[in-house]
């Protein structure tokens, strides 16, 4: 594992962050670790290590038997599938908002998959972004006794964030332009900063949207909580990869395109066996490698799609098993239906 010095891991932080950085100092790109040949060493190696949250419920959580599940966790699925026709053929390695980037760049992990969102900063810090997985704001939960519906109404309040993260850039950016002022707390992580919302240390818990329906289950009377509905931020969640291996950022790129184009044409996890069958449209044959050679352009089988949908489904699949209505997180689909369902969800074709 490369060493990282002191100072360099700092400006490195700074920068994942969107943080200003010391004065005459430079943005701190990191030397990609072992970024050639990523996929050649996964196969070497015989599974996937991919870097995910330590708990963010419908995105990446471990059961009591240790067995991880989430929308993040099945793009991991996904991409073990697309390689070794093998869901289980991964390991997931928990990774702190403080840490994640640094596991990255140090080759510890050979992808994260961990409700991150896409920015210049760190896309420009050795990293690339190679797919919009989970269209995602930074929202509020406050408690319905305050009778709160709107985030101006949060002027002059007490916030608790979560160190290491972009929602204190986003929030003070929001509250300066509209010339509102608020008090902010944060926290090494969730357990702490909902604990200091609970215990009343603070009006309201701002975070990404998607976490706050999550974090409303694990207080004592959810029902005593709301989640407003307005969001005063864009957090596109990517999964990152280490610059350097057009290869890899092509194949983690497409394993979320796979899952969309296979949810757009109707491929299911409990009909894919029917659709190949019939497979009567071209772009049904193309998905299921029954027509080109796309999966050879990858460094992957001409079944490598398929093997997606069979193992893990697509992206419908995953995200009414993690996150829809049929989960206690009901979120609704919103941004992230498909293009032509009214969300912004497009996978190119393959072709």
């Known amino acids: 594992m490369r060493v990282v ?47 995910v949250s330590p708990g963010v419920a419908g995105f990446s959580v471990p059961d009591g038997q240790g067995r991880w599940t989430g929308l993040d966790v099945d793009f991991c699925r996904a991409l073990a599938a697309a390689i070794f026709d093998d869901p289980e053929a991964v390991r997931f390695i928990p990774q702190s908002s403080a840490a994640r980037f640094t596991a990255l760049q140090s080759g510890e992990i050979d992808v994260l998959a961990r409700n991150t969102t896409w920015t210049l900063s760190r896309d420009t810090a050795a990293m690339n972004f190679p797919a919009i997985t989970f269209y995602d704001g930074q929202g509020f939960l406050v408690r319905k006794s305050l009778d709160i519906t709107q985030v101006r109404q949060l002027d002059r309040a007490t916030i608790c964030l979560q160190q290491g993260t972009t929602t204190e850039l986003n929030l003070a950016d929001w509250f300066r332009t509209r010339g509102l002022t608020q008090s902010v707390v944060t926290f090494a992580n969730s357990e702490q900063t909902l604990g200091a919302y609970e215990s009343g240390r603070c009006d309201a818990y701002s975070t990404d949207q998607s976490s706050l329906y999550g974090e409303r289950l694990k207080t004592a009377h959810p029902d005593e909580h709301v989640i407003l509905s307005e969001a005063i931020s864009k957090e596109p969640f990517a999964p990152g990869v280490r610059q350097g291996d057009d290869q890899w950022r092509d194949i983690v790129a497409w394993t979320h395109y796979a899952m969309l184009d296979a949810e757009e044409a109707g491929i299911r996890q409990d009909n894919i066996a029917q659709m190949r069958r019939e497979a009567l449209s071209p772009d049904v044959k193309r998905i299921l490698g029954l027509e080109g050679a796309y999966g050879a352009r990858l460094g992957l089988t001409a079944d490598w799609a398929a093997r997606i949908v069979r193992h893990v489904g697509n992206y ?36």
């Open 316 to 351: 419908g699949d995953s995200f009414a098993r993690n996150l829809g209505d049929a989960t206690p997180l009901k979120i609704p689909r919103g941004l992230n239906a498909l293009w032509n369902q009214g969300g912004l969800q497009y996978g190119p074709p393959i072709r």
């Open 5 to 51: 010095r002191p100072k360099a891991a700092l400006l490195l932080a700074l920068a994942l962050l969107g943080a200003p950085l010391p004065a005459r100092a430079e943005p701190a790109k990191a030397e990609p670790a072992r970024a050639e040949g990523t996929l050649a060493q996964v196969k070497a190696r015989g599974h996937l290590v991919c870097g």
